[in-house]
């Protein structure tokens, strides 16, 4: 299958400070990324989506303004987490896909656990 | 009505049994069907997709598929321990939206 990959895997961060995440696609293009959060023992939820080359779409509930994603490329897509408080402590992790389209997989990066003090 | 609907579990099998997970949808125009595998900690990994209706086989894995019922399983052969997971079944709807159930919790006694 397809790799995605995730970098931190872990960080550790005070809070006030701002923390971004990297996801790539390394062996496809992906049209499409998504960000979600899970908190432990919860079901994943969905933060936004992202296409290459223009704004990401958010979830109800999910300010664009704290988290920030920039889709550059085909392959890189960022999460900023900013001015992080320990209520965003929690485990990210990113999804791509490859094609649009009715046949499309989505592939998942191994996610960024993030804890702020 | 949720749009992927599955039973949170948990599902308790013993070693070597069949477990059968379920997941039901609401969208009748989707097309595709995928099950993630998700660990503990760790993020879902792919284990099958199924287009059509009917059954598909990998392995110790089997997908099946109803569109009329708007039904979707996994079943799983020779279950073993490791196999002890929480189960998503996902659903790529005809707005081309994937939507992902709440998942499984299966166990699975040694």
């Known amino acids: 299958g397809a790799v995605v990959s995730q970098h931190p895997s872990w960080v550790i961060c005070k809070s006030g400070t701002s923390v971004k995440i990297e996801c790539r696609s390394l062996?496809?293009?992906?049209?499409?990324m998504f960000w979600y959060r899970q908190f432990p023992k919860q079901s994943l939820m969905l933060m936004a989506t992202?296409?290459?080359?223009?704004?990401?779409?958010?979830e109800q509930g999910v300010e664009k303004d704290k988290f920030l994603i920039n889709h550059a490329s085909l392959t890189l897509s960022t999460l900023t987490v900013t001015s992080a408080h320990p209520e965003d402590s929690s485990f990210y992790i990113c999804?791509?896909?490859?094609?649009?389209?009715?046949?499309?997989?989505?592939?998942f990066g191994p996610g960024t656990r993030l804890t702020v003090l | 009505q949720k749009e992927v609907e599955q039973n949170s579990g948990p599902l308790s099998v013993p070693e070597g049994a069949i477990a059968s997970l379920n997941c039901t949808y609401s969208d009748r125009g989707s097309q595709s069907f995928f099950w993630y595998r998700q660990y503990s900690g760790k993020s879902p990994e792919l284990i099958m997709f199924?287009?059509?209706?009917g059954d598909k086989e990998d392995g110790r894995f089997t997908a099946q598929l109803n569109k009329a019922s708007q039904y979707v399983s996994l079943l799983i052969r020779d279950s073993q321990p490791s196999d002890s997971a929480t189960y998503l079944c996902a659903v790529h709807t005809g707005g081309f939206k994937t939507i992902f159930g709440a998942g499984t919790r299966l166990f699975v006694k040694a």
């Open positions: 992202s296409n290459e080359g223009s704004k990401a779409t958010y």
């Open positions: 999804s791509a896909r490859a094609l649009a389209g009715a046949q499309s997989t989505q592939y």
């Open positions: 062996d496809f293009q992906a049209t499409t």
């Open positions: 199924i287009y059509s209706n």
